[in-house]
């Protein structure tokens, strides 16, 4: 069984290479505004002493965000809940998003998770760990060289 739920956690995110900075290099942030852009919405990072960071995420992606701001439930389990779940039969706990890198307008993030077999640091888009880093009180951080090379987002 534990083999299963390690697979199902695999289904949803790819374990990451060397590309998160060290820890002590991250900057703290909040989610510190959800803005809808018609197209998408922009989900604002707020670090201590350091500008905006703007985060362009799709509307169910946001809506699953500001559900689990609210600590709303979804009447249906969605995808978070299964990672969820699997992470609790796993014994495995969510220390920290990471949001690392900015490659072709695509920012980059990793999940830190703390495991009985060690730290487990996965690959994920930052709109999926903000939503599972809101669910369950696990802090963001943004690595420092993101605060200078947001990407221009326009007015809907």
Avoid at 48 to 77: C, K, N, Q, T
Avoid at 93 to 103: G, N, R
Wanted: hydrophobic share 45%; net charge negative; charged share 25%.
């Amino acid at each position: 069984m534990q083999q299963l739920l390690f697979f199902l956690v695999a289904l949803f995110f790819v374990a990451c290479g060397d590309q998160t900075p060290d820890a002590g290099d991250l900057i703290p942030a909040r989610i510190a505004n959800v803005k809808d852009m018609g197209e998408g919405v922009a989900i604002v990072l707020q670090g201590e002493d350091a500008p905006p960071v703007s985060i362009f995420i799709g509307h169910w992606e946001a809506r699953a965000l500001v559900m689990a701001m609210e600590e709303e439930d979804f009447p249906r389990p969605l995808s978070y809940d299964l990672l969820e779940e699997a992470l609790e039969r796993l014994e495995g706990e969510v220390q920290y998003l990471v949001v690392h890198s900015l490659k072709d307008n695509t920012y980059y993030g990793s999940l830190h998770i703390d495991t009985p077999e060690g730290e487990w640091i996965l690959d994920c888009r930052p709109s999926d760990g903000m939503v599972i880093a809101t669910r369950l009180g696990a802090p963001i951080y943004v690595a420092p060289q993101l605060f200078k090379k947001e990407i221009p987002i326009r007015e809907a």
